[in-house]
């Protein structure tokens, strides 16, 4: 009777420690967030293998719109913390994080999709006048 009673608390001992480890960490992942840009920031979230964001990356380079304004470029195909990020700054725009995509630029503390529409915000903030 007592070995019956020394395995079952061993047993419910293991249990508990398992459950433990699994509820606290991951309760620890939940709460390490990546910070989102400021307000102030002006962020272009890219792939490197997304042709839309090539076409905005050539613009930008033909317009020298990283000589005229600060401008901070994070590819999110191949860097994970990037990718988190983005899905953040999606997330405070009120974005369906499940089918976003890029190019995406954070600028203002609004979220702009899309080649037209960074390429219009862009053009805005360096004073481009329209063709």
Do not use: R
């Amino acid at each position: 009777m007592e070995k019956k009673l020394v395995a079952t608390i061993s047993v419910l001992s293991v249990i508990i420690l398992v459950l433990g480890y699994i509820i606290f960490g991951s309760q620890s992942k939940k709460t390490t967030q990546i910070k989102i840009p400021s307000k102030n920031e002006i962020v272009f979230y890219y792939g490197a293998t997304c042709p839309h964001c090539k076409d905005v990356e050539e613009w930008m380079k033909k317009n020298k719109v990283e000589e005229k304004i600060k401008i901070e470029k994070k590819e999110v195909y191949e860097n994970q913390n990037n990718a988190q990020e983005l899905e953040q700054v999606a997330e405070a725009c009120g974005l369906d994080t499940s089918s976003i995509g890029v190019p995406l630029l954070w600028a203002d503390g609004k979220c702009y999709i899309g080649t037209p529409d960074v390429e219009k915000i862009l053009a805005e903030k360096i004073n481009l006048k329209a063709n």
